[in-house]
């Protein structure tokens, strides 16, 4: 996996605030960085503009040295990002979901192999049958989450606060995909409120005040 | 491409499928706005014949109307608008695949129960056909150019009283010649003209609304 993230100068502006400006970094493959800060210092903004989701005020974003407005679709490609909302349509089951998610990114999948993410992350039985909007809140994100097994391909990982309402055996599945993804030469980039234990083979961090 | 068009455009129908409950209110609304004024303005077959193509195609426009919040508003409430402005697919197709899904759960029946509720107004067999084809041509202009103005409103406050302000002018065209050619048919006239126009603006719409919607849309996540 070819994957290498420079960040520089960046800036972000909401309405009349700035939330942060001049932030570097440089991530390449299997590095963990965690985004720390407290609420409202602009953890989801950060991760919105590595998404390509949010324009940044100021500065530049690079995939592989290529700015990413430059690579558009391809680096669309390149990234999963999952917010703190889970994506879910209420009126569908888990796997139906899973399925139509997958198809959309352009990955064709089997019911099996979606039905396997699903009871990785402990959703199995019925609830993978019912309409979404009968399930826990801990269940619908270990559904939204299920969608990590199929978005290895893509390198960089943006992970919204994915471990929020999950218990702890889920953390440990969710851990364990991290940790599998950076091996392979992944990019992780996260935000938690949660002390999560995470083995990584490069760890980097960024506090935003 | 093919595949993420069809999963979103199978989603959507998958939806509206789920939850005919809302599809059907637009339906509804149709057939009952339709069905008030013969009771309204009573039994004049003249009058009613006159007024027919008219009230029928506003009627038509208000449904349009109603269905729009639908388009994108649940999909940018639960993160789903996220996923597919990330999908690695032009925005602009996939915005397509969703006005297509929208169109055939919410225009299309209103196509088909149109030529039904015509007998209420005395329309001739012919005036029934052209009202058909005229909203065959007309209800898709109509979901392509409300998806503008649905993305432009999208997470805005009273957006639902704002997007009805903004695109109630845009209908206006498709308004005048669609009742004006079952009109012209209803008095024995020439509607080819008519007909051709609203062909036309459906041409128009196809290629500049998904590229405007998609636009708005990035602008409206941002």
């Known amino acids: ?209 | 491409m093919l595949l993420s068009i069809q999963a979103l455009a199978r989603r959507d129908l998958l939806l509206a499928f789920r939850q005919r409950a809302d599809v059907l209110t637009t339906l509804l609304f149709f057939v009952l706005v339709c069905s008030l004024f013969p009771l309204g303005v009573g039994a004049d077959p003249r009058l009613l014949q006159d007024i027919g193509p008219g009230v029928m195609w506003v009627a038509a426009l208000l449904a349009a109307m109603l269905a729009l919040n639908r388009l994108f508003a649940i999909d940018h409430a639960d993160g789903s608008l996220e996923q597919i402005l990330l999908a690695p697919q032009p925005l602009s197709v996939l915005v397509m695949a969703k006005i297509a899904a929208h169109w055939l759960s919410t225009g299309l029946p209103l196509v088909l129960i149109a030529p039904l509720l015509g007998l209420q107004y005395g329309l001739p067999a012919e005036a029934l056909w052209v009202l058909t084809v005229s909203l065959l041509l007309g209800t898709p202009v109509l979901s392509l150019v409300g998806a503008i103005g649905a993305s432009l409103t999208l997470g805005l406050r009273g957006g639902g009283a704002l997007v009805s302000l903004l695109v109630l002018p845009l209908y206006v065209p498709v308004l005048i010649f669609g009742a004006s050619a079952v009109e012209a048919s209803a008095s024995g006239l020439a509607y080819d003209a008519q007909l051709s126009l609203l062909g036309a603006f459906l041409l128009f719409a196809l290629v500049f609304s998904p590229w405007a919607t998609a636009a708005a849309l990035k602008i409206s996540l941002d």
């Open chain 1, 1 to 209: 996996m070819n994957a290498y993230l420079q960040v520089s100068e960046l800036a972000c502006l909401r309405g009349e605030r700035q939330l942060f400006h001049d932030l570097f970094f440089d991530l390449e493959a299997g590095t963990l960085m965690r985004i720390e800060g407290a609420n409202g210092s602009g953890k989801t903004s950060l991760l919105r503009m590595l998404g390509g989701l949010t324009q940044p005020a100021a500065g530049r974003i690079q995939w592989n040295m290529v700015p990413i407005d430059e690579l558009g679709e391809r680096y669309r490609e390149s990234v999963f990002l999952l917010g703190h909302q889970n994506a879910l349509k209420d009126e569908l089951s888990p796997i139906e979901n899973l399925e139509l998610a997958a198809a959309l990114h352009g990955i064709p999948i089997q019911r099996a192999d979606a039905m396997e993410s699903l009871t990785s992350l402990g959703l199995s039985g019925a609830t993978v049958q019912l309409p979404v909007r009968l399930l826990s809140q801990g269940q619908k994100r270990r559904a939204a989450l299920a969608a990590l097994a199929f978005r290895t391909q893509a390198p960089l990982w943006l992970l919204d606060e994915p471990f929020a309402a999950l218990d702890p055996e889920a953390i440990r599945a969710v851990a364990l995909r991290i940790a599998t993804q950076l091996e392979r030469g992944g990019i992780v980039v996260y935000t938690t409120h949660q002390e999560v234990a995470l083995s990584a083979p490069r760890r980097a961090s960024v506090l935003l005040q």
